[in-house]
């Protein structure tokens, strides 16, 4: 059972409907009291050190160069942002804005902050250190804004102070120390969900200058990070950085002058365990407390030894991604045969966690503009051969594809990613199709089919960071992107012109429409929505699960 308390949030329990009322209405207040920041009740009678086993290293300490769940599984636990969740959703809540007030047309927003709030450095949080971090994401340029280090503010705020005319933040005035108004350049609907995302944490801004947090270089195949980003991240959250040793673990400890309450934990271990065997034998002799990603057959062996085993609520999906910098993937005949060739329920029965749903779509069905009608490529193997045939491929020409996957890592849509491989593939050369296996660690994995167009068909995939469809198919299909490859801009306009529309009737009309558009486009196979699970020590009574994996170490319950 999920424990009710909300001692880090301190909020009302509000439906999903209700804060979107509540923000359609103009007005979002903070139902948080004033925390004192003693610990939670009992934390003196039990172990307060709490090993996690991850998956895999961290990619970055700045959350703002990062798109990895590992990456942001550690950030939630520095750094907070202006907005927060609603625990056990996807839906805004305040939290270092206590309120936000939008403007008649949707183009500004004044935040009320919370006040006596101090960075980990003792840099005072105020509506300066507000402004100095939207203004270094705007104006980040050369290497800082390729999409292989901001991927989410280029992703969501589309423009930098180099192309301004292109961007939608535009600027950030203080109106005293606790009041800042935020300007857009254009309308964004989004805008305020999206600063849930742990990219845009608020940073110290004296750690920042001090340890030259934007000196990245390299390239977006080999990306190097700043002396900030591998050992001095510095935020307002509970736990303050401590250690890291890559490929082993990363430490952290409790913040003596948080503002909020403490919990029960006051040292973090992340130990890095990327094999799922490892980390669920880990589990059992004891040396871990918890671990997230626990494997399909392991999950009933676990539950029957009394670990606690915690589902974490469906909002993701995984997919196979055509590249169309590939010039046989350009071909819309090819890419509608590569979609009958993939047996989705076979997949899912194989490899999959218990629980998972088919996809028809890159988007669950719980965001608002899914399209239950959308064109499908039901699993048609003969239907798959005769396209390939059509577009001059058979026996004695087969279609030849790179298939990249990455190895090593388990990830909340991607459990284990060497697996569907081999099933995918299986399916593929059932048609005809010759796949050459490429694979790579997650990280060098991530940057490549990210950032570069070197790569041909693969597997990745999302876990949806708020509830809002821009951050699925906007994310995915907004821009011209390294990942697929493709120019479509009427696509394009369309998810551009949605983004900006407030009634949430009407948006949610255009995006069902989007969704149809993307069906028959065939950008790739959007697969399943997977439903993860985490596995704990029997002293874990209780775990904030969270859609967008939203967990702050400060609200686990434990026993002893």
């Keep these: 059972m999920l424990h009710s308390s909300m001692r880090r949030r301190g909020l009302i329990a509000v439906t999903g409907t209700a804060i979107a009322a509540m923000l359609l209405a103009g007005c979002v207040a903070s139902d948080r009291g004033d925390d004192t920041g003693d ?236 094999d799922p065997t490892a980390r669920r034998q880990a589990l059992e002799s004891g040396s871990i407390d918890g671990y997230d990603l626990v494997g399909p057959a392991d999950t009933g062996a676990l539950e029957e030894d009394g670990f606690t085993m915690v589902p974490r609520p469906p909002f993701t999906i995984l997919y196979l991604a055509f590249n169309q910098a590939i010039p046989e993937l350009q071909d819309p005949k090819v890419r509608e045969a590569l979609s009958y060739a993939i047996d989705k329920d076979a997949l899912i029965t194989q490899v999959l966690p218990a629980g998972t749903e088919k996809a028809i779509e890159f988007m669950p069905d719980s965001v608002n503009g899914y399209n239950p009608d959308v064109t499908t490529y039901d699993y048609d193997p003969a239907k798959a051969t005769a396209l390939l045939a059509e577009a001059g491929y058979d026996e004695a020409n087969p279609l030849k594809l790179d298939f990249n996957y990455p190895v090593n890592v388990s990830r909340p849509y991607m459990p284990d990613p060497e697996q569907i491989f081999t099933v995918l593939s299986t399916q593929l050369a059932e048609v005809g199709v010759e796949t050459t296996p490429v694979s790579e660690e997650w990280v060098e994995y991530l940057d490549r089919t990210t950032g570069t167009p070197d790569h041909g068909i693969h597997l990745l995939g999302w876990t949806g960071d708020y509830n809002d469809t821009d951050n699925f198919v906007g994310v995915f299909f907004g821009a011209q992107s390294s990942e697929w490859g493709f120019d479509n801009p009427e696509l394009f306009q369309k998810l551009a012109d949605a983004r900006g529309v407030s009634d949430l009737e009407e948006q949610s009309a255009l995006y069902e429409e989007i969704n149809e558009d993307v069906a028959t486009f065939i950008p790739g196979v959007p697969l399943a929505h997977p439903a993860p699970t985490l596995a704990f020590d029997p002293r874990v009574e209780s775990y904030p699960a969270s859609p967008v994996n939203d967990e702050v170490f400060t609200d686990i319950v434990l026993t002893k």
């Design 39 to 274: 610990t939670a009740e009992g934390s003196g009678d039990v172990d307060g050190t709490f090993v996690f086993a991850a998956s895999s290293d961290p990619a970055s300490l700045d959350p703002a160069f990062a798109q990895d769940g590992e990456t942001f599984r550690v950030a939630r636990q520095i750094f907070e942002g202006l907005v927060g969740t609603v625990p056990g959703t996807a839906d805004p809540a305040p939290l270092l804005a206590e309120s936000w007030e939008p403007s008649e047309d949707n183009m500004s927003y004044t935040f009320a902050l919370k006040e006596d709030v101090t960075f980990q450095d003792d840099t005072p949080f105020n509506a300066e250190a507000v402004c100095y971090n939207f203004d270094r994401w705007y104006n980040w340029e050369g290497l800082a804004a390729s999409e292989a280090f901001g991927y989410y503010y280029s992703k969501l705020f589309h423009g930098y102070a180099s192309n301004a005319a292109d961007a939608v933040y535009k600027s950030c005035t203080p109106d005293g120390d606790y009041s800042v108004t935020i300007e857009l350049n254009k309308p964004f609907a989004g805008f305020i969900p999206s600063l849930s995302l742990p990219a845009f944490s608020m940073q110290s801004p004296s750690a920042l200058a001090e340890f030259e947090a934007d000196a990245v270089s390299g390239s977006a195949e080999a990306p190097q990070m700043s002396e900030y980003a591998m050992g001095h991240p510095v935020g307002t959250g509970p736990y303050q950085f401590d250690s890291w040793a890559p490929g082993e673990n990363v430490t952290l400890k409790s913040y003596d002058g948080y503002w909020g309450d403490k919990g029960q934990i006051n040292e973090i271990i992340f130990r890095t365990i990327d």
